[in-house]
């Protein structure tokens, strides 16, 4: 398919097209390649919750490191990360002082492990708190509601920066991968489907540099910046490509552009 002439693909064309790529990169070797590996080295609900989170919270810059950084954080919280936030003692995070990936520093992994314990000791976990505040049609309020829940207790002010806000025009990509994870069962055993409370035609694409492009090559999106608003414009053009699905697409926007340079 030549790239000038994407853009004039009917839209039973361009979900068959994007189908196909779904199925291409929809596939357990994809875990391999992906921070979603981290999560999948548990099998317990609230470790494999804890991973995600943590191992999406840093997935920005390069993949390799990302990896290797979200596995050092699991070794520094003994591989048992619940059992690890629900009783750790301060010379427990003492031990975590030397993480570090990008901006976010040992003293953020304190600030994150004291509020996940507030979040599952007070709010019943996380699952909880985005099925309470859910809309119909979105989660991007619930994640709103979420970051308000997660630093309630005192916390250092730069922290708040990792976790996004879509109410304050972010996208969020990293934390609506995460939803991705947890709420999607694509039956290939790539996302968990954890969170059952929750409606995959709920979630919304993790807009990032490589499927913001590849989106706007195929005419799903027109807005230059990767922000809320573009967000909720592709979030609409894949909703009428698949409503109960639309998030699978994001295997098809990634993957044609991290992979195949589309």
Same mark, same amino acid.
């Given at each position: ?38 999560? &999948? ?76 314990? &507030? ?144």
């Amino acid at each position: 398919m030549k790239l000038q002439t994407t853009k004039s693909l009917t839209r039973t064309e361009l979900r068959e097209f994007l189908d196909i790529k779904v199925a291409q990169y929809n596939r357990p070797d994809f875990i391999g390649t992906d921070p979603i590996q981290i999560p &999948h080295s548990f099998s317990r609900k609230e470790d494999i919750e804890i991973a995600g989170f943590l191992a999406a919270t840093i997935a920005w810059g390069n993949r390799k490191t990302i990896i290797a950084n979200a596995k050092k954080m699991m070794d520094l919280m003994g591989n048992a990360p619940y059992d690890f936030v629900m009783s750790h003692k301060t010379a427990d995070l003492e031990k975590l002082d030397t993480f570090v990936h990008r901006t976010f520093n040992g003293e953020d992994l304190h600030c994150f492990v004291q509020a996940l314990c &507030h979040i599952y000791s007070e709010h019943g976990g996380m699952e909880s708190i985005f099925a309470r505040y859910a809309e119909e049609g979105s989660l991007q309020k619930a994640i709103h509601k979420f970051k308000k829940c997660f630093f309630g207790i005192p916390h250092l002010r730069r922290t708040e920066k990792h976790v996004s806000d879509p109410l304050k025009g972010s996208s969020a990509k990293r934390i609506n991968m995460y939803l991705r994870w947890m709420v999607r069962n694509d039956n290939t055993g790539v996302d968990f489907g954890l969170w059952k409370s929750l409606s995959p035609s709920l979630l919304s694409c993790p807009l990032d540099v490589h499927s913001g492009n590849v989106a706007r090559k195929l005419g799903l999106l027109e807005r230059k910046q990767n922000d809320a608003k573009a967000l909720a414009e592709l979030d609409k053009n894949l909703r009428k490509l698949d409503p109960k699905d639309p998030v699978k697409y994001d295997f098809a926007l990634f993957g044609l552009g991290a992979f195949e340079k589309f």
